[in-house]
């Protein structure tokens, strides 16, 4: 028998393959108690809405961190021994190209002074109010470097260059090696950093520059600092609240339309979109879950899983209406038919979601619960809500629709005969993709978490390049046992470790406890440059550094650098832009060199944003591969034992994890940086891409059991009546991910290129190649293409 002997066309004179009988019973009671079901429905979103009020929002870096991570702990660690501030890095950059004319020093000096009074600001440190020592007969004379009288001449400005570039607290830190570029750091005490203390300290800070750079336009005001970071994550999410949302609704109801010619239709998915995200992001709130500039982009995501779940029941009813059913019954079939479906396509897809909380980031944890809670909403409004609404209002039949299917009924069995060159091209790309993708390296730089576009982000490029890199990386050296700070055996270790550090080419910048000693016993010895050194004594040494402090002025102590027990003091080193696995083993290397080179006391691993951020991926790869396997092999079980076949539950791996495998491979050999947002695509997809899957295998599956029709035209019942809804829901999808990719922080958008590119290839991947993989994966399928077939078969008709 030829291939064109189980070939059919479909038309409205025969029953479809019937859906299970509990599927039937239900959907026959929905459209008999249609309006309760639809009254119900909205009292059930009403009580999940009260959550809304208990959902907050997070901007603070640190709730990228579990609460017992190391990275943390020991960053709050030194947080708590040393000071608990927020920072912000002020950079002035006059247009003559230094700063040290008496025009840019006077700005500072005058931005300095204001700085003081913004709220909540603790301490100001610039090159104007750097606190220079000069000896005065026996006396420690220390007093701001800048002197507005000092400034009026020539002479004086040179004086106030020349000690500057010497300081190697000021180079690198607060002014550049060129002189062109100078800073000023103001550390904020935040009560409460996630109230309103947070936005007072920014909105003060960005008027007092807002104000400086009219009165000085001459004089470019670039801003960074871990407080501006936190705005950022903030305002970039409700950026994306605010734009990406509209144009998701914007896009699906212009693709819906188009597709569906149906205004009912349209307005029904729109409502069962709305409905889920807000009884999602209620039971968040329920759960006490707080948003994060990553969680942000949950309602995006779920209103192209609804609209994909609306669609298959949607299309199928204006299908049968097109083919003469009435609306009543077409709608009731289509919930007979769906249901199960739906059920599993949802329920993998909270499967997949949920898997997500295996991750040890605790906003992909919150991210995993508010999507697979989503999931459920999705499945629970489309098999109520969304039928009875369709039940009820006057929806119309569309012919295009079942022309449509029937075009991809044909197409499909079309690829069951080039299914050789099929597989070929498939297995060659899979190798392809696996050779890229095993190029990606993991990378999270909490600066690129923002596009250029954000001014954030290009402050802080700037002053990375011209003044001081933006990785500080702190070490809490802990005097040995019977000693202090001060003696002079520990600022001589801490000296060694500080002249090791600077020979290293990555440093931009070194701030040490020893640096401060030294420079005072030089200038107590009328600043010859042999004197540059750690006095032998400890006495001395202790007395040079109380004498220090006990001339510095209000708010300018030596807190932030001593513990106040003085058992440690902070050294910081400031290194250039690298990526996080240059950063890991910058940190190695300097562990290294402490453990052969100090006492055991003092040596430790660096802490900061930057080392927590670069260590993020390690921490979030273990938990994302055991959610990514996890739900594969759920998702595979379920398949198998919803169909009760095995070899059904395997076939559904390929289309779904291949997917991926080249989705990577794109971004190995065009990107090759993994960041955490990339990383958990493969989790977040899986449970997506599996819904054409299932909608696909299941048919086929029902059309083979249920009616005993031979592969190939299960094949094309199966994607006659699911085709057109693969299609559109694709394109959905990627149009809703699309809109991610618009969002100006980088990890939303680094997901939703991914996404797309994911679900892009799951969409052409189901079309292409899970027709001729249904057909090789039936055991009996060679048997039964040698069979004649039923005359009943021959010469009916089969409608999807």
Not at 91 to 98: L, Y
Not at 143 to 157: M, W
Not at 414 to 440: E, K
């Amino acid at each position: 028998m030829s291939g064109q002997q189980d070939h059919y066309s479909f038309s409205s004179e025969h029953t479809p393959v019937p859906g299970s009988r509990w599927a039937e019973r239900y959907a026959c009671w929905l459209m008999r108690r249609r309006r309760l079901v639809l009254a119900l429905s909205i009292c059930l979103c009403a009580l999940a809405a009260v959550g809304l009020d208990r959902l907050g929002f997070s901007s603070d870096y640190r709730d990228f961190f579990r609460p017992d991570d190391p990275q943390l702990l020991a960053h709050q660690s030194l947080r708590h021994s040393y000071s608990d501030d927020y920072d912000a890095l002020v950079a002035f950059v006059p247009g003559d190209g230094t700063v040290f004319s008496a025009r840019a020093l006077g700005a500072m000096a005058a931005f300095t002074e204001k700085a003081w009074s913004l709220p909540h600001a603790r301490r100001v440190d610039s090159l104007t109010n750097h606190q220079h020592a000069e000896a005065d007969a026996d006396l420690l004379r220390v007093r701001p470097l800048y002197q507005a009288e000092l400034a009026e001449t020539a002479s004086g400005i040179e004086r106030i260059r020349t000690i500057a570039m010497g300081e190697t607290s000021l180079v690198g830190r607060l002014v550049s090696h060129d002189g062109a570029v100078s800073g000023v750091n103001i550390s904020f005490a935040l009560p409460a950093p996630t109230e309103a203390s947070m936005p007072e300290a920014v909105h003060g800070l960005r008027r007092l520059i807002e104000a400086h750079r009219a009165e000085y336009p001459d004089i470019k005001i670039k801003a960074s600092g871990g407080i501006l970071l936190d705005t950022a994550f903030e305002e970039q999410a409700q950026n994306d609240l605010e734009t990406l949302t509209p144009l998701m609704y914007a896009l699906i109801l212009v693709v819906m339309f188009i597709a569906l010619r149906s205004a009912v239709g349209v307005l029904a998915a729109l409502l069962v979109m709305t409905l889920s995200i807000v009884a999602s992001l209620g039971m968040a709130g329920w759960f006490g879950l707080r948003l994060t500039a990553m969680s942000v982009s949950a309602p995006t995501i779920l209103t192209t899983i609804a609209v994909a779940c609306s669609l298959h029941v949607i299309v199928y009813a204006v299908r049968r209406m097109a083919a003469g059913l009435g609306q009543q019954d077409a709608v009731r079939e289509s919930v007979a038919i769906n249901l199960p479906i739906v059920a599993m396509a949802c329920g993998t897809d909270a499967l997949g979601f949920f898997s997500m909380c295996l991750s040890d980031v605790p906003p992909i944890a919150t991210f995993g619960v508010i999507l697979g809670t989503g999931a459920l909403a999705i499945f629970i409004f489309s098999v109520t809500f969304l039928p009875a609404c369709l039940a009820l209002l006057p929806l119309k039949g569309n012919g295009r629709l079942l022309r449509q299917g029937q075009a991809l009924g044909r197409f499909a069995v079309v690829m069951v005969d080039r299914r050789r060159p099929i597989f070929g091209c498939a297995a060659a790309l899979a190798v392809l993709g696996g050779i890229y993708a095993a190029q990606n390296q993991l990378e999270d730089n909490f600066v690129d978490y923002f596009s250029p576009a954000v001014e954030f982000r290009r402050d802080t490029d700037f002053i990375s390049a011209h003044l001081t890199g933006v990785h500080a990386v702190h070490y809490s050296l802990a005097a040995p046992a019977g000693t202090s700070v001060a003696s002079s055996s520990y600022l001589q270790d801490v000296d060694r470790l500080a002249a090791w550090l600077r020979s290293q080419p990555e440093v931009h910048h070194v701030s040490a406890l020893s640096d401060i000693v030294k420079r005072i016993h030089r200038t107590l010895e009328n600043d010859s440059p042999a004197a540059y050194r750690i006095p032998d004594d400890d006495v001395q040494s202790a007395q040079m550094l109380l004498l220090f402090e006990m001339s510095l002025p209000p708010g300018l102590s030596l807190n932030d650098q001593i513990r106040i027990d003085r058992s440690a003091s902070r050294l910081t080193v400031v290194l250039a832009d690298m990526s996080s696995a240059e950063l890991v083993a910058f940190d190695r290397r300097a562990h290294e060199w402490m453990r052969a080179n100090l006492p055991d006391t003092m040596a430790t691993h660096g802490t900061g944003p930057s080392m927590m951020f670069a260590r993020i991926g390690q921490s979030n790869i273990p938990g994302t591969l055991k959610g990514y396997v996890l739900q594969i092999l759920l998702i595979s079980l379920v398949i198998a034992v919803a169909m009760q076949s095995v070899r059904l539950g395997i076939a559904s791996l390929l289309p779904n994890v291949l997917p991926s495998l080249l989705a990577f491979g794109v971004w190995g050999a065009t990107v090759g940086q993994v960041g955490m947002s990339v990383a958990i695509v493969s989790v977040l997809a899986y449970g997506i891409i599996v819904d054409d899957t299932i909608h696909s295998i299941y048919k086929y599956h029902a059309a083979r059991t249920r009616q005993g029709l031979p592969p190939r035209a299960a094949i094309e019942y199966a994607y006659g009546s699911s085709g057109v809804a693969l299609v559109l829901t694709t394109v959905v999808l990627v149009l809703g991910f699309g809109a991610l990719t618009l969002s100006h922080f980088d990890l939303n958008a680094n997901l939703g290129i991914m996404s797309l590119l994911t679900i892009g290839i799951a969409g052409v991947i189901d079309l292409v190649v899970l027709p001729p993989l249904l057909y090789v994966m039936d055991r009996r399928a060679t048997r039964e293409l040698d069979k004649p077939l039923p005359s009943t078969m021959t010469q009916g008709t089969l409608t999807p």
